[in-house]
């Protein structure tokens, strides 16, 4: 007969669970914030009171405002990369998904978020084990879906899909941070899909 647990083994595994249900609300209100107000200051208070939990709890979870708002900006480039991804699987060659993925990336809402979480990673280096984390994940992630997808469709990459994944990335979050940092422009002159080399041609492979 299977013993239950007792109350002393109980609730230290109901706080621990507690304590992720927090930490997770967190991260999705000061998501959901963040983008509403595009480009504004989000405040503890704010997001203590949009999630329903003390301020100190922020800290608590997190150490500062600054490493939620990194949770939040790469949560919510997850879900925008969701979006791409329905996007991609309606290109009907290579060239097409090129060219949409990238028209699509530099227009994400997410992006200019976590261009910023980045921007602060260089001034407080207590972020960058944070960032690292969320940078690799989205990395391998981007690397998974690209390889399913080209599989499905008998398409090839001109190199490494690890290395596709991150010279895409490096190349959409960098042109965002040159904005931000004052540089004129526009996504016009930006190749982003250049920087793909996935191909359905196989004499050009």
């Not at 997770?24 to 989000?42: D, K, M, S, W």
């Not at 990238?102 to 227009?107: D, I, S, T």
Request: glycine share 6%.
């Amino acid at each position: 007969m299977e013993k239950k647990p007792s109350r002393a083994q109980a609730t230290p595994t109901k706080a621990l669970e507690r304590g992720r249900a927090t930490k997770r609300r967190l991260i999705e209100v000061t998501a959901q914030l963040c983008e509403e107000r595009p480009g504004a200051e989000v405040s503890v208070a704010e997001i203590a009171k949009a999630a329903g939990v003390f301020p100190n709890q922020v800290t608590y979870h997190f150490g500062s405002k600054d490493s939620l708002l990194v949770h939040a900006a790469f949560l919510g480039l997850l879900h925008d990369t969701r979006r791409i991804e329905r996007i991609g699987r309606q290109a009907p060659d290579a060239a097409a998904f090129r060219r949409n993925i990238a028209r699509a990336v530099l227009n994400l809402p997410s992006l200019p978020s976590v261009a910023r979480a980045l921007a602060a990673g260089i001034s407080k280096p207590e972020l960058a084990p944070v960032i690292d984390r969320h940078l690799q994940l989205l990395f391998r992630q981007s690397e998974r879906f690209v390889s399913r997808f080209i599989d499905e469709r008998g398409w090839k990459a001109r190199r490494p899909l690890n290395v596709e994944a991150r010279t895409f990335w490096s190349t959409a979050l960098g042109a965002v941070l040159l904005v931000r940092a004052g540089a004129h422009g526009t996504n016009a002159e930006l190749d982003l899909a250049g920087t793909l080399t996935i191909h359905d041609d196989p004499e050009r492979g």
